[in-house]
């Protein structure tokens, strides 16, 4: 039987890439007034104020990588989480993995959205292909390894409140009025560089895209959150502006990760080399770096 990959649902996957792959997908938790919502499970009432976010427990994901386990045959899992530094899921992992013995390995992607998606779905193409469990462990690390997250927020106050932008006092100190162009360093969401209108913003998010791919093939998502045209413009400048993309991706953000970003969020992540096992011809598109243990 393949190896079975695990992610959780900050990794924003398509249900037809997730069904197509099989991947597991455990969901991160938004707690609001007393109800406990889980991420792409539950139906979530808009316009929620004094949301907060928690990551999955260990017996959540015990719980999914036993049942993966078994549907492998006890061939194998490899579960590929949000950053340790972004949430407490990833402590959650080692300690449901530990309980379930060396069968069951755990990657710190170092990132979230597709920068967690990507590794996912590079390492369920080689475990669909055959690959034992390490080659799969292996190319979830060296995706996630390659993997570069940009991100573009309309306003600050919502990563201010999530405490997702540390303390840096030259972010913390300017206007909320402020288009920062932010980046994924080491696990931890800092700033990139500052503009002062959204035009230069998405335009500074696109030249550092760019940057990011270099000459190689490469693998780009667009995310947003209620923002679809800015993501489809973005996605159609870094298609001209980057030659060599393998495979590009156009998805919303989810609902944990939009509570941090806030609507009119636009990200992008690239994935220099590519994200596939040299047999992806056959995935639908979707619509929708790292540590390792």
Same mark, same amino acid.
């Given at each position: 039987? &393949? #190896?079975?990959?695990?992610?959780?649902?900050?990794?924003?996957?398509?249900?037809?890439?997730? /069904?197509?792959?099989? @991947?597991?997908?455990?969901?991160?938790?938004?707690?609001?007034?007393?109800?406990?919502?889980? /991420?792409?499970?539950?139906?979530?009432?808009?316009?929620? !104020?004094?949301?907060?976010?928690?990551?999955?427990?260990?017996?959540?994901?015990?719980?999914?990588?036993? +049942?993966?386990?078994?549907?492998?045959?006890?061939?194998?899992?490899?579960?590929?989480? @949000?950053?340790?530094? =972004?949430?407490?899921?990833? *402590?959650?992992?080692?300690?449901?993995?530990?309980?379930?013995?060396?069968? #069951?390995?755990?990657?710190? !992607?170092?990132?979230? %959205?597709?920068?967690?998606?990507?590794?996912?779905?590079?390492?369920?193409?080689?475990?669909?292909?055959? %690959?034992?469990?390490?080659?799969?462990?292996?190319?979830?690390? *060296?995706?996630?390894?390659?993997?570069?997250? =940009?991100? #573009?927020?309309?306003? =600050?106050?919502? =990563?201010?409140? %999530?405490?997702? @932008?540390?303390?840096?006092?030259?972010?913390?100190?300017?206007?909320?009025?402020?288009?920062?162009?932010?980046?994924?360093? /080491?696990?931890?969401?800092?700033?990139?560089?500052?503009?002062?209108?959204?035009?230069?913003?998405?335009?500074?998010?696109?030249?550092?895209?760019?940057?990011?791919?270099?000459?190689?093939?490469?693998? #780009?998502?667009?995310?947003?959150?209620?923002?679809?045209?800015?993501?489809?413009?973005?996605?159609?400048?870094?298609?001209?502006?980057?030659?060599?993309?393998?495979?590009?991706?156009?998805?919303? @953000?989810?609902?944990?990760?939009?509570?941090?970003?806030?609507?009119?969020?636009?990200?992008?992540?690239?994935?220099?080399?590519? +994200?596939?096992?040299? /047999?992806?011809?056959?995935?639908? &598109? %979707?619509?929708?770096?790292?540590?390792?243990?």
């Amino acid at each position: 039987m &393949p #190896v079975v990959v695990v992610t959780d649902s900050s990794a924003c996957l398509s249900p037809e890439l997730v /069904d197509r792959l099989d @991947i597991r997908v455990v969901p991160l938790h938004l707690l609001h007034d007393g109800h406990d919502y889980c /991420d792409g499970v539950d139906e979530i009432p808009t316009g929620l !104020s004094g949301v907060t976010t928690s990551g999955a427990s260990p017996g959540e994901l015990g719980d999914a990588y036993a +049942a993966a386990l078994a549907d492998s045959g006890g061939d194998g899992v490899v579960a590929v989480h @949000i950053s340790r530094q =972004l949430s407490g899921t990833w *402590e959650a992992a080692r300690q449901a993995a530990r309980a379930l013995g060396e069968k #069951v390995r755990v990657v710190d !992607s170092a990132s979230t %959205g597709m920068g967690l998606g990507y590794p996912a779905l590079a390492a369920a193409r080689v475990a669909r292909a055959g %690959g034992r469990l390490e080659a799969v462990y292996q190319k979830a690390v *060296e995706v996630a390894a390659r993997g570069r997250t =940009l991100v #573009v927020v309309d306003r =600050l106050d919502h =990563l201010r409140r %999530g405490g997702r @932008i540390g303390t840096a006092a030259a972010l913390l100190g300017t206007a909320l009025a402020m288009k920062p162009v932010l980046h994924v360093v /080491d696990g931890k969401l800092v700033l990139r560089e500052k503009t002062r209108t959204s035009t230069k913003a998405l335009a500074k998010l696109v030249d550092a895209a760019v940057e990011q791919a270099g000459s190689e093939p490469a693998a #780009v998502a667009v995310q947003h959150l209620d923002a679809p045209e800015r993501a489809e413009e973005v996605a159609a400048q870094l298609k001209e502006r980057i030659p060599t993309v393998t495979e590009t991706i156009v998805t919303g @953000i989810g609902t944990v990760l939009g509570v941090h970003v806030g609507p009119g969020a636009v990200g992008v992540v690239v994935c220099p080399g590519g +994200a596939d096992a040299g /047999d992806s011809s056959e995935d639908p &598109p %979707g619509d929708s770096s790292t540590a390792s243990d």
